[in-house]
């Protein structure tokens, strides 16, 4: 039972490249989500799926698409990498049970962009 | 929608030592409250979540929170600390019955004195 997993772990890019992170979770999660993290700025919403088929704009969407690719898996798209884009990105995954949740997060991408 | 403040950005304490980490929340409904710990180059582990009840949660690697309604916060203890506890403290709300819309706090980080 691995949880949540990301790949790659670290990734450098130029202006104007694409790229596209990979999540995978193997809980059965009806839910996943894309955060990015920035130093003072805690977890940042960009995109999440409620379920299998849907996705939701978050807090931060603006450059970054997204594919919910079957249960397990979630990827996040850059189509063309800026420079305010470096951060780490966090994949997490989430199943409500009664009336308690919480969310499982992978390791993380490290994203330069320059 | 809800939000989180964490007042201190960094905090450093003494192996040995008693510690308090802040929290306050803004939410119009009952807010379901986490606290995760982030280590270097880690992902996001739950350290202790609140939904109802008892308002002392009690939680992972001897930790605890106290939910006060009144005052809108969930502060995170711990009687004595240990070096291995230097990571970075995130602050959760989210709502109830609705995984999908979560807000981290910009983050606490500890460092340990030995």
């Known amino acids: 039972n691995a949880g949540v997993t990301q790949t790659p772990k670290f990734q450098v890019l130029k202006t104007g490249q694409s790229m596209t992170l990979q999540c995978a979770q193997d809980m059965n999660h009806n839910s996943m989500y894309w955060y990015r993290q920035d130093p003072g700025m805690g977890l940042r919403l960009i995109y999440y799926s409620a379920s299998e088929g849907t996705t939701d704009k978050g807090e931060v969407p603006n450059g970054y698409n997204v594919s919910r690719l079957n249960k397990r898996e979630f990827s996040l798209r850059l189509e063309s990498a800026a420079p305010s884009q470096t951060s780490v990105y966090f994949c997490?995954?989430?199943?409500?049970?009664?009336?308690?949740?919480?969310?499982?997060f992978g390791p993380g991408t490290r994203l330069t962009v320059t | 929608a809800q939000s989180v403040t964490q007042p201190d950005i960094h905090i450093t304490v003494s192996e040995g030592a008693s510690l308090e980490l802040r929290c306050n929340y803004s939410?119009?409904?009952?807010?379901?409250l986490f606290w995760y710990v982030q280590s270097p180059g880690q992902g996001l582990q739950l350290l202790l979540k609140?939904?109802?009840?008892?308002?002392l949660v009690q939680g992972i690697k001897g930790f605890e929170a106290e939910f006060k309604r009144s005052q809108s916060s969930f502060n995170l203890r711990k009687p004595s600390v240990h070096w291995s506890d230097a990571a970075e403290y995130f602050c959760?709300?989210?709502?109830?019955?609705?995984?999908?819309?979560?807000?981290f706090g910009a983050g606490t980080r500890l460092t340990v004195k030995p």
């Open positions: 939410y119009g409904a009952t807010p379901y």
């Open positions: 609140y939904f109802s009840g008892d308002t």
């Open positions: 959760a709300v989210g709502a109830m019955y609705n995984n999908n819309d979560m807000r």
């Open positions: 997490a995954s989430s199943e409500v049970r009664g009336i308690a949740y919480e969310q499982y």
